[in-house]
């Protein structure tokens, strides 16, 4: 480096003892080449230095890149599969709904058959049930009419109860009947 540069002299003076011994005569500026050589070595070095460098992070990146595109792919395949799974969950779920509120409808339907059916027996039984009623009001009319003076009671009355009773259970032998 240029931070540690010394005269070429100082750095090599067993080449400047060659020469002398090599018999070869002293230049004057044996000393200011030798230093200019030194640098042009160096500055050559540094120039191979840097290059090797620069080509070293060149493949780095390329591999980065690639490594990064790789990452891309990998990511963008993810989030697909990650898409058609929840698609495919969100359309099992709808199915099921719609499977379920279907089954609710069918089991409405057959309810409200069913309820029918319990409502038009409460209504034979209440209809049943009044015409009992009715025959115990007949009953219980006839033995307060027993026990009591029978004077008290006016006989356009009587006629009008019986023919009432009468009417009653013939309108209850026409329903029971038909």
Known sequence: TLAHWRPRCVQRP???????RLGRPRAMFDDAHGVFETIATELQALRRRRDEQAKAREEELAALRRQLENHRTQRREGHARLKA?????????????????????????????????????????????KANLFFVQRAWGKMVAACFNTE???????????????????????????
């Open 14 to 20: 067993h080449a400047r003892l060659a020469a002398r």
């Open 85 to 129: 799974d929840f698609d495919a969950f969100v359309r099992r779920k709808v199915d099921k709904v719609s499977e379920e509120v279907e089954e609710l409808k069918r089991t409405e339907q057959g309810d409200d058959s069913q309820q029918e059916e319990q409502i038009s027996r409460i209504n034979a039984e209440v209809e049943e049930l």
């Open 152 to 178: 008290m009671f006016r006989a356009a009355e009587v006629d009008e109860t019986a023919a009432a009773i009468k009417a009653a259970e013939s309108d209850l032998a026409r329903r029971c009947g038909a």
